[in-house]
């Protein structure tokens, strides 16, 4: 048993064992870590091997790109950190077939090798590598990078919906309906319903109050209307304006609204006395009312 | 040095990246059980390099032996595996993330692989953006 010995039966020992941890982890990052291990482990092999190149390749390629691409895409796929208890599936047939196969290739492996001891050849060097891949591998080498290329653009094609998608078998027919409130599923439909309802009553319960404060200003018609009044009125007057001016259900912003009487003046609220005060703060409006062909009323308020 | 434990090693991980790539459901991890296979015949190759020639001393010097004067082919094929692994890596993770974006999922129990689904898959798009445009009103 030599240093090579031990060093490769460690190095070993690490990469089957952290293999294991690989395929059996419920942790989708924490494999991803494992198979660093492994592969670093292996690379720790080539060196033992002589094979240099090879072992700064594998670290370069497999540890710096491939495990990083994986890693990438458990993020993109949103894999939740923690264990995942439905990343398997019952593990006997697998274990069978998987088993099966690697103590199959040992047994085989180990009765054509023994314990044969074998002298290990002098390093490589990556100037022989060098000469060897641009001599006698120089046509593979080259139809190597041609299927990288292909791999490059075929990766690109795949992740571009908008080019090399197939056209649409009914493309030519009408597109389909819009789905109205009566195809939508139960759960929404009930959540719309439960929306207008409580929209419709918070407008009754505004409309009911402000009936009843018509009312009692009717039926008590001597009280003169004080500051704090108006300043209601005016409030109010806010309120309903940006009700009126908020963006309506199935209009988008840049569609011309219909020639709507001034915004402004609304039905049995005392406009009069809103009129005359300076302009309204801006805060209380949202949105939309900005972009009203409102010019003209502006210029009202202004004389 | 004894060229059995590389050879075993390179088995037994061939067996456990079999053993992952039968058991395991998600996609991704699918493909490290690949990667490890991978590397399992990497590590045959390059240990098959290092040992081969010196298990010929004994055998006459024929031309299939050597055909090229220093042969380290082993170790040269392992580097052309390994870029292949890194363009079947980057195809099949640009597959995975497409099947994602179209189904939220990279279950590989439920890819359903005979039905021709053009128009389930445009109907799934018309409802969630339905669906995001009643969230937007509701809020």
Known sequence: MTVADALMLALGAIAVGSGALVVTSAHLVRSGFYLVVSLGAIAGLYLVLGAELVAWVQILVYVGAVVVLLLFAVMLTRAPIGPSDDLDRPALPAALIGGGVGLGLTVLLVDAFRWTEYELPPPGTGRRVGEQIFGAWVLPFEVLSILLLAALVGAIVLSRPDIGARPDPNAGAEPAPEPGPIGESPEVAARLERIAARQAAAQARVRAQHAAEQATEVAEPAQEQTREDALKDQARNVVFQAREGAPKLGRTPDMPLEPAPDPRVIESTSTEVSRGRPELPRGTRKGPPRELPSGPTRDDEGT | ?139
Request: charged share 15%.
């Open chain 2, 1 to 139: 040095m004894h060229a059995v434990i590389p050879y075993v090693v390179a088995a037994l991980l061939f067996g456990l990246g079999v053993y992952g790539v039968l058991k395991r459901r998600n996609a991704i991890l699918v493909l490290m059980a690949v990667e490890l296979m991978l590397n399992a015949v990497n590590l045959i190759l390059v240990a098959a390099d290092s040992t081969i020639k010196a298990g010929l001393t004994g055998v006459q010097p024929e031309a299939w032996a050597y055909a090229v004067p220093e042969p380290r082919a082993g170790a040269i094929f392992a580097l052309f595996v390994i870029v292949l692994a890194a363009a079947e890596v980057g195809v099949g993770l640009a597959i995975v993330l497409q099947f994602y974006r179209l189904r939220r999922a990279v279950v590989l129990d439920e890819v359903a692989l005979h039905e021709h689904d053009h128009e389930q898959v445009s109907a799934d798009h018309a409802t969630v953006a339905e669906q995001n445009r009643n969230a937007q009103v509701s809020s």
